[in-house]
């Protein structure tokens, strides 16, 4: 077809593409129909060559961490005293005692379950602002206040936090991506250098 179809109607040339049923972070949506709490797939039509962006980050099912964050100087330095407050990774909520699902607070350095559990991490950021916590279920960092995960392998402020609670988990050092490709003063991805 060429371009003259109309709008909204698909081309031989498109692909169709469909809404992926969950969501990482935020809610379900809901059909507009009878009440129910039916989940609601989205297709798209997207033109051959053109790049649907709703096929990256959250609403593929993944997201990009962030190489930065504004809220950083609210935690701790990193000294020897507050690394050594890092908890064993099988900590259990301070509120609940849930065994799993439970994050640090990279602030005050409490333990604290998942909103999958009784939502106390999320209440507790809601209550006092701390929005900075390591997940011990996979090292993840999220930042309550960005709304996003953090790469705490290109944040230098979180290598050693996530280096500790790594050791606690694995009994190793984490794996950090070399300087060659990553470089560190910028927080970018290797091969943005001006010094080639």
């Given at each position: 077809m060429s371009s003259a179809a109309g709008a909204g109607e698909p081309t031989h040339s498109s692909r169709h593409v469909r809404d992926p049923p969950g969501r990482l972070c935020g809610e379900e949506r809901e059909d507009g129909g009878s009440g129910s709490n039916?989940?609601?797939?989205?297709?798209?039509?997207?033109?051959?060559?053109?790049?649907?962006?709703?096929?990256?980050?959250?609403?593929?099912?993944?997201v990009e961490a962030r190489t930065s964050c504004p809220h950083l100087p609210a935690m701790p330095a990193a000294s020897a005293d507050e690394l050594a407050r890092v908890p064993a990774p099988d900590s259990q909520c301070s509120?609940?005692?849930?065994?799993?699902?439970?994050?640090?607070?990279?602030?005050?350095?409490?333990?604290?379950?998942?909103?999958f559990i009784n939502k106390h991490m999320l209440h507790?950021?809601?209550?006092?602002?701390?929005?900075?916590?390591?997940?011990f279920s996979d090292l993840s960092v999220w930042c309550f206040a960005c709304d996003s995960y953090l790469d705490a392998q290109s944040i230098l402020e979180l290598r050693p936090v996530y280096e500790v609670a790594h050791l606690l988990k694995f009994g190793e050092r984490p794996p950090f991506r070399s300087l060659e490709v990553l470089d560190l003063s910028s927080g970018q991805n290797g091969g943005s250098s001006s010094s080639s």
């Open positions: 039916r989940k609601e797939d989205k297709e798209v039509d997207v033109p051959e060559g053109d790049v649907d962006l709703d096929l990256y980050g959250a609403a593929a099912g993944w509120r609940c005692h849930h065994p799993s699902e439970n994050w640090f607070c990279l602030i005050c350095k409490d333990v604290l379950c998942s909103r507790h950021f809601q209550e006092t602002g701390h929005c900075l916590a390591l997940s």
